[in-house]
């Protein structure tokens, strides 16, 4: 132990320093160099989505004084809750209603309360699987009859009642029920040819007073479908339930847009991806079938051929431009890019995260900040694989995430990269490698 005391003491106290041989002179400067590349960006129309096999049916007719009208209606066929065997003797129908569980609604929740009139038609056929691509906005529509089978004018405030929940109740033309008690029976096999499918909608009375509202309901809920009340010759009070849920039933959302009263910027961005952007730098995000934004990262190219770098971290800053309490915005945003199909494809730092099982709200982000009132995201991984010629420099897309993007329903203004006061921007932090 003395031994080792003894060559130990030469040690303490000395001044030199290891391992600094292991850094090449010159590397000192390029060691957490920092830059901001510049970014371009253009709003488009989005004509990818499918709009069939949602979880949640849209209805409503809202207007926005920056993206003008929404109006969305949608289509549904029927499940069967639990078969008839029969009906009983003499059946007798006392009502029919269509039952839809409500979830959220978009728009000011006092300008919610204009009236509406909410109708049901009858689909004239058979509704047939979804096209290889799905159905969008541009080739969803079924036969219907002109005629309604229901009609409900109300302002609809949707209380909380009872174990259901709220519900949107609207009562059926009775002749629908007798079609329902006339088969004798109810099963998988037989609904269809009883009931092809329906198509509700929503229709703003009394635009004067508000801005509408878009709602969203339940079709996956065994809650939503339609209730048939009859009795017998014998028995009253009975019930049989259908429902908008079941795997062999058909969601269909159906939007349309009028942009004749938007903000004319925004219309001339979505016609014109060559709009001069320093006129108007905002950007425009909107939901459904609506308007996503491309972003492109030219500086990254001159960047490449600077020689190889290490990319430290990278993150992609979009401030938000409006606050409108009443239009609210996306809890979170997505990245992704297209490959040679046009199919989609997620970034490499989304795909990293999967694999190590990273959570995405602190590791890609993307998530609305609402103390710095800004979507963060960081793209550390793909800039990387840019920089060293790993991947080529694609365009990204800014939208919302696909699973939620068919049936989701704020919509939101971004600062864009012409901002002169907050800049939509990359924030980049690397070292050059030298040889």
Known sequence: ????????LPACGTNEKYGIDLIPQGWNDSLQMTDTLTVSA??????????????????????????????????????????????GPEPEIDSIVLFLKFADYYGNNTKLRSLMRFEVFEVLSDMPEPPAGGYNAYNTSFPIDAQPLGVLETAPLFPIEGTEGALLKIRLNPNLGTRFLQADSLNSSNIRSILKGLKVQATLLSPGS?????????????VSGIRIYYHTANQA?????????GSTSLHVNAVS?????????????????????????NLYIQPLQGIRIALNIPGL????????????????????AEEAPEFGRPSSLILYMLNDKGQFQLLPDVLFADQYNLSLSTFFGGFYDAEKKEYRFRITRHIHEILNGSNPNKTIWLDYSLTNKSSSLPRVVLRGPKDPQNKLRIELSLTSIQD
């Open 1 to 8: 132990m003395l031994l080792m005391a003894l060559l130990l």
């Open 237 to 245: 009070g009975q019930v049989v339930r259908t429902t908008t849920s």
């Open 42 to 87: 253009y709003c488009s129309p989005d004509d990818t989505l499918r709009m069939d096999g949602v979880e949640f049916g849209i209805l409503g007719h809202l207007e926005d004084p920056i993206f003008g009208t929404t109006s969305a209606h949608l289509y549904t066929n029927l499940s069967v809750a639990s078969p008839v065997q029969s009906y």
């Open 257 to 281: 847009y009028n942009r004749t009263a938007a903000q004319p910027d925004l219309i001339q961005k979505i016609q014109n991806p060559q709009f001069d952007y320093s006129q108007a730098p």
């Open 210 to 222: 508000g801005n509408g509202a878009l709602m969203r309901f339940q079709l996956s809920s065994t």
């Open 301 to 320: 190219d001159s960047l490449k051929n600077t020689g190889p770098k290490i990319v430290n971290r990278a993150e992609l800053i979009i401030p938000v």
